[in-house]
């Protein structure tokens, strides 16, 4: 299709790499070094620019609608993360297990522990470091205690969600 294939694009000799498994929508743009993981998935409006470094995206990670990913060094995120809509994620690490929820707002360098969840619109700093475990909330953002059972149970409830739709939107032959 003329339109995924000029919105996947090389850069400095690196090209997107997508597993097999993964679903990434034909509105999204993506270009340079990035690795994207099995039964991870890449929604309508996302832009993942990858020119500074490069971006790893893990297993069953899922980029939801309007998100930009970036950053002036090498990302990685997670196994089943879910970063939620109109998000700007310039993080440095989003470890396992974690949701940044709408509209939140991760400055250069942070580093985000695994089974976090950072609440919509939460505005991190630059270079913040987020332990294991963490709720995270407000503007600017502040740790406010452990992420609750009921909390982390919604993260992966979500992310196996996405899992789900994914594999559903590709079956669609209309998407291929």
Partial sequence: ???KDN???EY?????????????????YLIGDIEIGPESSIWPGVIIRAD????????KSNIQDNTVVHGDHDVHIGNGVTIGHNVMCHAKTVGDNVMLANGSIINEGVVIGKN?????????????????NSLVLGIPARIKGEISEKHLQMVRQNAIGYV???????????FE
């Fill in 52 to 59: 500074s470094g490069k971006i790893v995206i893990g297993e």
């Fill in 116 to 132: 976090c969840l950072i609440g919509s619109a939460a505005t991190i700093i630059d270079n913040m470091i987020i332990p294991d």
């Fill in 7 to 9: 919105m996947i694009r």
């Fill in 164 to 174: 789900l739709k994914a594999i559903n939107y590709k079956n669609h032959k209309h």
């Fill in 12 to 28: 400095n000799g690196k090209k997107p790499e997508i597993h097999t498994s993964a679903f990434v929508s034909e509105f999204a």
């Fill in 1 to 3: 299709m003329f339109l």
